[in-house]
């Protein structure tokens, strides 16, 4: 990732954008500027990256460049102009300026900006305003103060690429590595301790303590996702040989994902009636077509849709009515302390209904106590995972 661009104001996002425009504005109502504006030197010429007022009328519109040499901005830098001048008839160094009489500029105010690491970048100016130089020293106060706060933007934004290379370059590292080491925990039916499947979830040994939800997230942030859900399952997938003949896999994996080339091509001939794919989305989903359409073609390869944390939010019950799982997991928040807990029994109860309709089987994650399984089989609920049975760990042969 190249941090050495050009413009150091390409770093800003769209809110720190708008945060120096705000800045840019309020140096302008500040002083009574007819307009303001904020320069940045690049190469041999000063460029006009924003402004505040009528700036085409005045000659100063958004990337208009001119010759450094012919610019307050470069005297301002180099000290040959003073940072304030209220009345440019009685200057005679602004005066020689050119651009003085090009722009029609009666008074001038800038003050430099700097870039993260302390190199000047361009000046924080306002042109023409009626101002008393008595206020002098308290005008350029609030100037400097201003153009402080751009560059503190800069350094936040900077710090930001920075942050974001180092978790890349961790997420990066691990797919080189041959991707997450993958743990396995059993579902099974509490009734007669029938193994009936097995979730992969994947575990991190880098020298951090990030846990695996933050390592997919992050991924994410990182445009690097998809490759390690992909590199997830890749490597879950060798444990269905060391699974019972009857026993499926569950896997993870998102939208993106499911909907990737990728992903159909890594399950396909690897005994894939005996997959089965947890969608793990838990973001409200705006167009369904595309998932649906993905889950079409991962059905037609013969795999088994589940979806994940079912009643831990409104996303995952949209999840259901769209795509029509074969398996719904009940999430851990929804289990957890459910026999001693009336509300969640009926939920729970109400949820079973809708599956004994349309014949989808339940399996209640995060089980914990066998009061908690009792319970969850008196509203018919007939499958289980959790620290009840097993912890993730490796597959036993």
């Known amino acids: 990732m190249d941090l050495t661009g050009p ?39 000063k460029v006009i990256r924003y402004v505040d007022g009528p700036a085409d009328a005045f000659g100063l519109p958004v990337g208009a460049r001119f010759v450094l040499e012919d610019s307050y901005c470069h005297r301002v830098l180099q000290g040959t102009i003073p940072e304030a001048i209220y009345d440019v008839r009685h200057d005679a160094r ?34 023409n305003f009626d101002g008393d130089p008595s206020r002098r020293e308290r005008d350029l106060g609030f100037m400097h103060f201003l153009a402080g706060l751009v560059g503190a933007q800069l350094e936040d934004a900077l710090h930001g690429i920075e942050r974001r290379r180092e978790r890349h370059d961790a997420v990066q590292a691990v797919l080189d ?14 009734a007669t301790a029938e193994l009936v499947g097995a979730e992969a979830l994947a575990r991190f040994d880098a020298p951090t303590h990030r846990g695996p939800d933050v390592w997919f997230r992050e991924a994410w942030d990182v445009g690097l996702g998809v490759e390690l859900e992909l590199a997830a399952v890749r490597n879950a997938l060798p444990a269905l040989a060391q699974l019972p003949p009857h026993a499926f896999l569950s896997i993870n994996a998102s939208p993106c994902t499911i909907a990737d080339p990728r992903f159909i091509d890594a399950i396909v001939g690897v005994a894939s009636e005996r997959i089965v794919v947890e969608i793990t989305e838990h973001a409200v989903v705006e167009d369904y077509a595309p998932l649906v359409d993905a889950v079409a073609r991962v059905r037609r390869a013969g795999v088994r849709i589940a979806i994940d944390d079912v009643g831990a939010g409104y996303a995952s019950l949209r999840h259901v009515l769209w795509v029509a799982p074969d398996i719904v997991k009940l999430d851990m928040s929804l289990t957890r302390g ?11 109860s109400g949820l ?7 014949q989808f089987m339940v399996v209640a994650e995060g089980v914990e106590t066998a009061a908690e399984a009792d319970a969850l089989r008196e509203v018919g609920v007939r499958f289980g995972q959790g620290y009840l049975f097993a912890r993730p760990g490796p597959l036993l042969h």
Do not use: H, W
């Not at 320069?39 to 010429?45: D, M, Q, S």
């Not at 651009?99 to 000046?123: H, K, N």
């Not at 590595?177 to 509490?190: D, K, L, N, Y």
């Open 94 to 127: 602004a005066l020689a300026i050119p651009l003085t009489q090009v722009l029609g500029i009666e008074a001038y105010m800038g003050v430099q900006v700097s870039a993260p690491g302390g190199r000047a970048l361009g000046t924080l100016c306002c042109v």
């Open 338 to 348: 459910i026999d001693v807990d009336p509300v969640k029994q009926a939920l729970a």
């Open 177 to 190: 590595a041959g991707g997450p080491r993958m743990v396995f925990q059993p579902i099974v039916s509490p």
């Open 7 to 45: 413009s150091p104001l390409a770093l800003l996002d769209e809110a720190g954008t708008a945060f120096v425009n705000r800045i840019v504005a309020a140096a302008r109502g500040y002083l009574g500027a007819y307009v303001s504006f904020l320069t940045e030197v690049v190469g041999n010429e």
């Open 352 to 358: 079973m209904a809708f599956a004994a309709r349309t």
